[in-house]
């Protein structure tokens, strides 16, 4: 990319930088590894939120037998990027390539102290983190990395008489069938229990769905008031009652089907302890159990609606997978590429589930087989671009074999920024319009869109900064692969109204390709979306 100006990339904040309607450890041995650093996004669920909407860096992403936390002052991130404590003491970090920092401090608080700055070659060996805090290793380039893990310590036993939270449950989607709100009392699981806050269209102020793999084993017990515990698929409208548990009593949670999630509820405050069993071992590579995906309309028109959801197989990073079909785009990668999927055997060990294939672009894609446990599907005849997918509208478990490509050549990693449009011409009073764009050097783009009237549009940060997204002709040839959220690339003629437009999803490469009189681009995103980026050296205007 050239100048470092052009890099977007926001380092994740450290500051050194009637409820029951809608609800109805062994040890490990050290571990080791290596690998590049990840793009993370912290994401506001929740509150206080107070480094706005979104954040983005790159940062180790831990395994997750160690059980690392992706929530912090009411973000949710893309992923465990946070190690605890009682693991993080004691563990030598390595770059092997980059820069990156190393930051301590508690979940809860505002900012994290720095206990390293590392460049290549460089080794730092924690200690001293307090209990309760965690670490992360960030750096707004990409980096590589090892690391040893020591085995963790013994965890305390979970303490009683917990206070229940005052849990909402807000509608932020759809199809939120008890209206814009709700609220109760319940049990918050703990953050090692890997809880959800998302149902049917709504975000709750807690975790307060426990997966099944978490539930299973585990004992409640309560000290006053009353708790019932409810169980069920995410996406079921009802839930059964699997326990009603009265002051003094307890219960071993057991039964729940994969996919599955348990929930501790009430009408009125009650007390209560909890003891988790120890997370189960990573299951075996090419098996697991499907994953409850969303997708959600990301350009007009949306003929399933804003979202459509269900149980899907998601795809290891390995496979290169993408995220889209028509205009939706997944919240997680469930296309598996033509090239990986021919040759792949894909059983169904319990459940039942359908096999799909079809271009990206089609709004239909063909159903090639229906599986029931114990059956299996060998793929062949995916034409060259076309996807898999393995859908069911419950849970189910499976196993895959692929052969996996080799890892591609990844370009720069660049960051959405938030944008205001402002009409700021004498005279208009149209609204401003609101999103994201990737930004680049005052030099080699424009701030504005060069069109007149009601359509002139200069491009600002929230803070009210210029923001220069407008790319020159330079951009032809630029290489753009989506890596996260939803990207739409602009190819048109500065300052006219007629252009051309492609959407793209996490694993989707389009290439700038400008047609005369085109000369120039403009690159949209959902805020905090990012894209890799080859062949694309910003030019000065003319």
Known sequence: MGSSQAKQHILLPTVAAGLLLFFASAGHAQTSGAGASQLVTLTCTG???????????????WPSHVEPLATRLGYTASAGLFLPANIANGAVLTITSGVASVFAGLPSSASHRTLASLSAGDTFVVSGLAPGEVLSVQ????????????????????????????VTATCTGNP????????????????????????????FSHGVYLPADRANGATVWVESGTV????????????????????????????????????????????????????????????????????TCALSPCPWGPSVAGHLIVWPKE??????????????SVYLPASVANGATITIDSGTATLYAGYPSSLSHRSLATLTAG?????????????????????????????????????????????????????????????????????????????????????????????????????????????SGAILIIEWQRGTDAWRQTLLGPGDTHVISLSWPEDGALIEAWPGSSISVKNCEPQPLP
Request: net charge negative; proline share 13%; charged share 10%.
């Open 47 to 61: 509150s206080p939120c107070p480094f706005g909407q979104t954040a983005g860096a790159e940062a180790i992403v």
């Open 139 to 166: 750096s707004l380039i990409v980096f590589t990395y090892e690391f040893e893990l020591p085995a963790p310590e013994v965890p305390e036993a979970p303490i009683p008489a917990a206070q229940s939270q005052w």
């Open 176 to 203: 939120c069938p008890w209206g814009p709100s709700l609220s109760g009392y319940a049990i918050a699981w703990p953050d090692n229990g890997q809880p959800t806050n998302t149902r049917l269209g709504y975000t």
């Open 228 to 295: 019932t515990l409810f169980a069920a698929l995410p996406n079921a409208t009802t839930h059964r009652t699997v326990a009603t548990i009265p002051a003094g009593g307890s219960f071993e949670v057991s039964g729940l089907a994969p996919g599955e999630v348990l929930s501790a509820q009430s009408l009125a405050p009650f007390t209560y302890g909890v003891a988790l069993p120890p997370p189960p071992p990573p299951p075996p590579a090419g098996s697991g159990a499907s994953e409850y995906v969303t997708l």
């Open 319 to 332: 496979a290169q997978p993408l995220s889209r079909q028509h205009n939706y785009i997944a919240s997680k």
């Open 375 to 483: 059956h299996s599907y060998v793929v062949s005849g995916l034409a060259d671009g076309e996807v898999l997918s393995v859908l069911s509208p419950s849970a189910f478990v499976y196993r895959t074999d692929l052969s996996l490509p080799p890892e591609p050549e990844t370009g720069e990693l660049m960051t959405a920024v938030p944008a205001r449009w402002v009409c700021d011409t004498p005279g208009c009073n149209s609204p401003d319009w609101v999103g994201a764009a990737f930004t680049w050097p005052s030099w080699a783009a424009y701030p504005n869109n060069g069109r007149s009237g009601d359509q002139s549009r200069t491009v600002y940060s929230p803070s009210g900064g210029l923001l220069y997204p407008y790319m020159g002709s330079w951009a032809d040839g630029c290489e753009i692969t989506g890596e």
